[in-house]
Nanobody, 122 residues
């Protein structure tokens, strides 16, 4: 049974930083591309960032480029999202997701975590 468990969310002031973690189990982690998504109140869940199986390739939505960094540690079965220079518009529930893929997907993820709340105050 695949499990993805996010942690690291919380309340932070604008301009601050948070680092999210997602611990995976029940899958061959190094065979899966990993992604982060977010859903703000009243909005659909949207893509934030993705990282390839080995971690050599990453991709970001334009709104977070230069502020967020996705990384992974295949020895720990964990993917991270370092979020810097946070703005109130980053407030959302953040989800990690996994997809068995050799490329860098922005959609079609098959396994999802339950999410962690990030709130950025102005």
């Amino acid at each position: 049974q695949v499990q993805l468990v996010e942690s690291g969310g919380g309340l932070v002031q604008a301009g601050g930083s948070l680092k999210l973690s997602c611990a995976a189990s029940g899958l061959t982690f190094s065979s899966y591309a990993m992604g982060w998504f977010r859903q703000a109140p009243g909005q659909e869940r949207g893509f934030v960032a993705a990282i390839s199986r080995g971690g050599s390739s990453t991709y970001y939505v334009d709104s977070v480029k230069g502020r967020f960094t996705i990384s992974r540690d295949n020895a720990k079965n964990t993917v991270y999202l370092q979020m810097n220079t946070l703005i109130p518009e980053d407030t959302a529930v953040y989800y990690c997701a996994a997809k068995w893929s050799a490329v860098l997907p922005t959609s079609g993820y098959t396994h999802w975590g339950h999410g962690t709340q990030v709130t950025v105050s102005s």
